[in-house]
């Protein structure tokens, strides 16, 4: 079975960095795209970025610049590198993964970030 586990969310001052890391289990098949989304209190959940399998990254508006996608496919985890974090980052992070044969992975637990000061 599927499994996509999220950690490396906190609590971080306006400013401050955090690195988050996705790890895909349960698949014997190959990753395609990657993504990071978030969702905030009382807001729906938006796309912060993806990557494909080669490294390709692209990102919504709101983080480019402060925010990098990064992958290790023998791993088969996909990080989040969070700079110059804002109050508006708030949210609980999820990852998802294309999974080959299969299509999106089901929706992890999330790990929340709250920068706040």
């Known amino acids: 079975q599927v499994r996509l586990v999220e950690s490396g969310g906190g609590y971080v001052q306006p400013g401050g960095s955090l690195r988050l890391s996705c790890v895909v289990s349960?698949?014997?098949?190959?990753?395609?795209?990657m993504a990071w989304y978030r969702q905030a209190p009382g807001k729906q959940r938006e796309l912060v970025a993806g990557?494909?399998?080669?490294?390709?990254?692209n990102y919504a508006d709101s983080v480019k610049g402060r925010f990098t996608i990064s992958r290790d496919n023998a791993k088969n985890t996909v990080y989040l590198q969070m700079n110059s974090l804002k109050r508006e980052d708030t949210a609980v992070y999820y990852c998802?993964?294309?999974?080959?044969?299969?299509?999106?992975?089901?929706w992890g637990q999330g790990t929340q970030v709250i920068v706040s000061s």
């Open positions: 990557i494909t399998r080669g490294g390709s990254a």
């Open positions: 349960g698949s014997s098949f190959s990753i395609n795209d």
């Open positions: 998802n993964a294309q999974i080959a044969g299969i299509g999106w992975g089901p």
